[in-house]
């Protein structure tokens, strides 16, 4: 089993939804990072939080610490937000922000 | 501020050449991550070094492949002797030290596609 775990892995929606991305994770962690990537393209960090709830634009990421799941979610969706969206888990302790352990991505298509 | 710089974008080599993947972290940044995506797959970590010192290469694999972050210069990782297998895109990311106000903390490089013939 990954210690990072994503759901689901394909989501397909039309232009104006809202849309749901899950990320559970088993390890012990400093911090939750979400991540966008486009084909053949870097990666963007979107949210990098420890608790609670951000907001950027339309994006929101939550996290809830007791349960180990994250969510980000996309209001209003925009065949532009087709990307893939990875999570990833920054090991506890130390002193940076760690090493990442990824989930497997999330790939989605938003059609106009 | 420019933000991580990798270089270069692109990188052929022919089976048994080295391959020299450079990143330079963004400015104030003092930590380095190297991470592989293999084609079809997830990114893995592969090293995690600060200026002159490797703190954590757990996901380097054995032979062939090396890194180092000198005090002057570039983050450089280094493999020797290329197969097809290392065909990858490679990411690097800095950070700055823990609890520096005013800083998001990670931010990726736009990777080196490397591709093996």
């Known amino acids: 089993k990954n210690e990072v775990e994503q759901s689901p892995q394909n989501l397909t929606a039309q232009e104006g939804e809202f849309i749901t991305i899950n990320c559970s994770y088993s390890?012990?962690?400093?911090?939750l990072h979400w991540l966008q990537q486009h084909p053949g393209g870097g990666i963007v960090s979107l949210f990098m939080l420890s608790s609670g709830k951000k907001k950027h634009g339309r994006l929101i990421a939550t996290i809830n610490i007791q349960e180990k799941h994250s969510s980000l979610h996309i209001t209003a969706s925009h065949p532009r937000d087709s990307a893939v969206y990875i999570c990833?888990?920054?090991?506890?302790?130390?002193?940076?922000?760690?090493?990442?352990?990824f989930g497997q991505g999330t790939i989605l298509t938003v059609h106009p | 501020n420019a933000g991580v710089m990798q270089n270069p974008r692109h990188l052929v080599r022919r089976r048994g050449q080295e391959a020299r993947l450079r990143c330079s972290p963004m400015?104030?940044?003092?930590?380095v991550y190297w991470y592989r995506q293999l084609p079809e797959e997830g990114l893995k970590f592969m090293v995690y070094?600060?200026?002159?010192?490797?703190?954590?290469e757990s996901g380097m694999p054995k032979e062939r492949f090396s890194a180092e972050f000198p005090k002057e210069g570039p983050s450089i990782l280094r493999i020797q002797q290329v197969v097809r297998g290392d065909s990858a895109a490679y990411f690097c990311a800095s950070s700055p030290p823990p609890r520096t106000p005013g800083s998001y903390g990670y931010t990726f490089g736009s990777g080196t596609r490397l591709t093996v013939v």
């Open positions: 400015k104030g940044h003092s930590h």
């Open positions: 390890v012990g962690i400093s911090a």
């Open positions: 070094l600060q200026k002159e010192n490797i703190i954590d």
């Open positions: 990833a888990a920054a090991n506890a302790g130390g002193t940076s922000y760690g090493k990442l352990t």
